[in-house]
Every structure is written in C-alpha cells, then in structure tokens.
T-cell receptor, first 115, second 117 residues
C-alpha cells in the first residue's frame, strides 16, 4: 500500500530532551515536507526537501532540523524541544513532475506534547 | 497577501442531503492549484479533490465536486448524498505554481461538518 509512515504517533516528552520524528514514504516521491498544525493557526510548513541532500526552510523552521540522506526518509529533529513545539506534526510527500505532482500525500500525524 | 478563508467554523447536514462548504482565496497570481482535504477525528489528512486555476471544468471525484468561480475567487466543496462517515474537519488549501519546487500549501482554518442520521 502506498503510504507515508510517521513514528511515533504520540509522544510526551520534557523540555530539552532531543527527539526525532521519523517519516518514510514508499512511493518514490522526490518531494517531502513537514507541517505543524495548531488551533487557530492552521497548518504551517516547517521544512521541505526536493530530493536527497536538498532541503530548505518553510515558514516556521526555528527549533527544528531535518535531513534527507535517502529518498524515502525525511526525519524531523527537535534538538531541544520547548513547550511551544507542542503540536500535531504531519509529514507529506509528492512527485515533483507528472500528474501525481499535484497531490500531497500525508502521514497519519504525530501528536507531540512537550512539558 | 495570499490567504485562504473558510467562513463556516461548523456545519450540520442531514444524512443523504448535499452540503456546500465555502472557501475563498486571495491571490494576485494567475497560476495556482486549489485543494480540499478531509481530517477525521483520528487525525489523518486525506486528499479529496484538486482544481487547477486554468482548468475550465469544475473538478469532480465521486460524491465530491468543486464549484470553482475564478472571478469571485471561490472554490467551494460540494458533497452530495452525505454519509455519516463524512463527519470530519474539511480544509481548503492553495498552492502557488510560481513557488519553484516547493509544493507548499496555504491552508484555511477548516470547517467542521457533522452529518446527522
């Protein structure tokens, strides 16, 4: 089944404890991206990647890092989480060219709470 | 500024009836795409339908259709024959085709739809 898989789905952590949210897609998509969803603010892009070793900042990159060492994986790293990073996080992917390039496929979401 | 507005925070519809969810957008770009996504209570984001700004015909996908009125800058979602499983949050989103290879979507704040039996 074609999908984007995120882990963990739920996580409660404490301020300052480094964590990584993994994202993997099995559709050979070039493009991958991370969003966070917050009440009243909607979804906002954190980082995106157009291909292996090519990443760039979105609208709210502060406090996050990403890497794209393999085409299928795009982990989101919080080096020193703070309570304002409590949010619902989505990984998404798409082709860059062709008919499928119009549609972003999303993972199931990762709900992160930072105490 | 590029913006998506969904003016209906919540909507109710009777099962088997049709419902229209409103979406207006603000842009000076000529080339863009409009999307609707569904987010059930379980949290995942599910793609429903897409309309390109140059598409002359309204997009349809099964029970979903997009009522695209370019001059009014509106892209309303019409769900026909509502089902209980349609109860969810619905988001309108837009992508600007001059954003290079960033497929970033600009999102509205969503409309919560409840389907009554």
């Amino acid at each position: 089944e074609a999908q984007v898989t995120q882990n963990p789905r739920y996580l409660i952590t404490v301020t300052g404890k480094k964590l990584t949210v993994t994202c993997s897609q099995n559709m050979n998509h070039e493009y991958m991206s991370w969003y966070r969803q917050d009440p009243g603010l909607g979804l906002r892009q954190i980082y995106y990647s157009m291909n292996v070793e090519v990443t760039d900042k979105g609208d709210v990159p502060e406090g996050y890092k990403v890497s794209r060492k393999e085409k299928r994986n795009f982990p989101l790293i919080l080096e020193s989480p703070s309570p304002n990073q409590t949010s619902l996080y989505f990984c998404a992917s798409s082709l860059l060219y062709g008919p499928g390039a119009n549609v972003l496929t999303f993972g199931a979401g990762s709900r992160l709470t930072v105490l | 500024a590029q913006k998506i507005t969904q003016t209906q925070p919540g909507m109710f519809v009777q099962e088997k009836e049709a419902v229209t969810l409103d979406c207006t957008y603000d842009t000076s770009d000529q080339s863009y795409g409009l999307f609707w996504y569904k987010q059930p209570s379980s949290g995942e984001m599910i793609f429903l339908i897409y309309q390109g700004s140059y598409d002359e015909q309204n997009a349809t996908e099964g029970r979903y259709s997009l009522n695209f009125q370019k001059a009014r800058k509106s892209a309303n979602l019409v769900i026909s024959a509502s089902q209980l499983g349609d109860s969810a949050m619905y988001f309108c989103a837009m992508r600007f085709n001059n954003a290079g290879n960033n497929r970033k979507l600009i999102w509205g704040l969503g409309t919560s739809l409840a389907v009554n039996p």
